[in-house]
């Protein structure tokens, strides 16, 4: 039983660059199909990553079932994974090539839906995007950008900035404040 669960099946090599091969294809897919891949995983999504897992979960481990195959499998994975955030880290411009670029969705309350229909994105997607940042209608976002690790980036339309609107209130003070003494200095006079 012991032999059983830890005789590897094939060469250590091929364990190791098996996963690695695996793990470096399913990064170029997912760049190459998108960011909406990335972004919301709706039902069909999820059909489509649980079934990407079992596709390639033979091509990773081929016909060993051992436990060491297992952990040198994950082992390279984490290694690969630790190895390649490092490269990109320490290479921005190739980081930003393989990452691709940030899509606006949305500027001043104006959907572009040219860029939405590039991504995939239903309106009802979209929709669903805005009313979990707390939007209820299009025309209440200044931004929405759709960036590339599949995150989306809201900013609300503002009618000023807090500094307007404070100078604006301090302006208001003010003109009371002179109000008032000007009321009192009528009062005193009478």
């Known amino acids: 039983m012991i032999e059983s669960m830890f005789h590897l099946h094939l060469p250590i090599v091929e364990k190791i660059l098996r996963p690695m091969i695996v793990y470096l294809c399913l990064i170029g897919f997912l760049r190459v199909f998108g960011k909406r891949e990335l972004a919301q995983l709706n039902p069909f999504d999820l059909v489509v990553l649980l079934s990407l897992s079992n596709t390639v979960q033979n091509a990773m481990i081929g016909d060993d079932n051992s436990v060491s195959g297992g952990v040198i499998g994950a082992l390279s994975l984490l290694t690969i994974n630790w190895a390649l955030t490092r490269v990109l880290y320490r290479l921005p411009k190739v980081n930003n090539a393989l990452e691709g670029t940030e899509t606006v969705l949305i500027r001043h309350g104006v959907v572009d839906w040219d860029a939405a229909k590039k991504e995939a994105l239903t309106e009802i997607e979209l ?64």
Request: hydrophobic share 40%; glycine share 4%.
């Open 127 to 190: 929709r669903s995007v805005l009313h979990k940042q707390g939007f209820s209608d299009f025309s209440e976002v200044e931004k929405c950008v759709l960036e590339p690790n599949g995150n989306f980036y809201l900013e609300g339309i503002k009618s000023m900035s807090d500094d307007a609107q404070r100078a604006v209130m301090l302006e208001a003070i003010e003109l009371l404040t002179r109000e008032v003494r000007e009321m009192r200095t009528e009062l005193a006079a009478r």
